[in-house]
């Protein structure tokens, strides 16, 4: 069952429109500041965006500098190399 689904929705989020998928990402920023983990910010965002350079490219519009250097300081060793390549 689970391989069927491993996908976390990209074929959904594959027919959005780009207004569908930042207004997304925009809701998955505001739950990241109400506390959802930093590492499933940046797989969903890349997920909805459809790849990791657009990904960036949203956090960099929805999260502030002091967010984004906040969110690579507050990574543990093994997620720092991931969310660094997110929020940098």
Do not use: H
Not at 3 to 21: H, I, M, S, V, Y
Not at 29 to 57: F, H, N, Q, S, W
């Amino acid at each position: 069952m689970l391989d069927n689904n491993n996908d976390l929705g990209a074929a959904l989020f594959k027919t959005w429109t780009e207004k569908q998928r930042c207004d997304e990402i925009q809701k998955l920023v505001e739950g990241y500041r109400k506390g959802v983990p930093v590492g499933i910010l940046c797989k969903m965002t890349e997920t909805i965006a459809g790849d990791k350079k657009k990904a960036r490219k949203y956090l960099k519009l929805f999260l502030t500098d002091a967010e984004r250097k906040a969110a690579i300081g507050s990574a543990n060793a093994s997620m720092l190399p991931l969310i660094s390549s997110f929020m940098k």
